[in-house]
Protein backbone atom coordinates (compact mmCIF):
# COMPACT_ATOMS: atom_id res chain seq x y z
CA UNK A 1 0.00 0.00 0.00
CA UNK A 2 0.99 3.39 -0.53
CA UNK A 3 2.19 5.76 1.62
CA UNK A 4 1.34 9.70 2.01
CA UNK A 5 1.53 10.50 -1.47
CA UNK A 6 3.55 8.29 -3.19
CA UNK A 7 3.21 5.69 -6.15
CA UNK A 8 4.20 2.13 -5.35
CA UNK A 9 7.09 1.29 -6.90
CA UNK A 10 7.31 -2.10 -9.41
CA UNK A 11 7.63 -5.35 -7.44
CA UNK A 12 10.47 -6.74 -9.99
CA UNK A 13 8.88 -9.77 -9.64
CA UNK A 14 9.63 -11.35 -13.10
CA UNK A 15 6.02 -11.88 -14.43
CA UNK A 16 4.13 -11.51 -17.84
CA UNK A 17 3.04 -8.19 -19.28
CA UNK A 18 -0.75 -8.12 -18.28
CA UNK A 19 0.45 -8.88 -14.56
CA UNK A 20 2.70 -5.60 -14.60
CA UNK A 21 0.21 -3.91 -16.04
CA UNK A 22 -2.75 -5.09 -13.20
CA UNK A 23 -0.20 -4.27 -10.48
CA UNK A 24 0.79 -0.79 -12.24
CA UNK A 25 -3.16 -0.17 -12.43
CA UNK A 26 -2.96 -0.98 -8.40
CA UNK A 27 -0.89 1.63 -7.71
CA UNK A 28 -2.06 4.34 -9.55
CA UNK A 29 -5.50 3.81 -8.83
CA UNK A 30 -5.23 5.56 -5.34
CA UNK A 31 -4.03 8.35 -7.34
CA UNK A 32 -6.61 8.23 -10.19
CA UNK A 33 -9.52 7.87 -7.31
CA UNK A 34 -8.15 11.48 -5.78
CA UNK A 35 -8.04 12.96 -8.97
CA UNK A 36 -11.14 11.74 -9.91
CA UNK A 37 -13.06 13.29 -6.83
CA UNK A 38 -10.71 16.35 -7.08
CA UNK A 39 -12.34 16.93 -10.68
CA UNK A 40 -15.80 15.82 -9.36
CA UNK A 41 -15.95 18.38 -6.53
CA UNK A 42 -14.83 21.11 -9.17
CA UNK A 43 -17.44 20.70 -10.95
CA UNK A 44 -16.54 18.11 -13.29
CA UNK A 45 -19.10 15.22 -14.80
CA UNK A 46 -17.24 11.95 -13.68
CA UNK A 47 -17.76 10.91 -17.54
CA UNK A 48 -15.95 13.83 -19.04
CA UNK A 49 -13.14 13.13 -16.64
CA UNK A 50 -13.24 9.24 -17.39
CA UNK A 51 -12.97 10.22 -21.16
CA UNK A 52 -10.36 12.79 -20.70
CA UNK A 53 -7.97 10.78 -19.07
CA UNK A 54 -8.97 7.69 -21.29
CA UNK A 55 -7.75 10.25 -24.18
CA UNK A 56 -4.83 11.06 -22.07
CA UNK A 57 -3.85 7.76 -22.06
CA UNK A 58 -4.25 7.13 -25.56
CA UNK A 59 -1.95 10.38 -26.39
CA UNK A 60 0.68 8.83 -24.09
CA UNK A 61 0.60 5.25 -25.00
CA UNK A 62 1.15 6.77 -28.82
CA UNK A 63 4.15 8.80 -27.49
CA UNK A 64 5.47 5.81 -26.32
CA UNK A 65 4.46 3.73 -29.43
CA UNK A 66 6.34 6.21 -31.93
CA UNK A 67 9.18 6.53 -29.19
CA UNK A 68 9.49 2.64 -29.50
CA UNK A 69 9.62 2.54 -33.53
CA UNK A 70 12.36 5.33 -33.38
CA UNK A 71 14.77 3.09 -31.58
Do not use: Y
Not at 5 to 34: F, H, M, Q
Not at 40 to 54: D, E, N, S, Y
Amino acid sequence: MAEGNRINAPSRVARGTLATVEECKSALSPSLAKLLEMATTAGWQRHHVAIALAMFADEVFDEVHHSAQAH
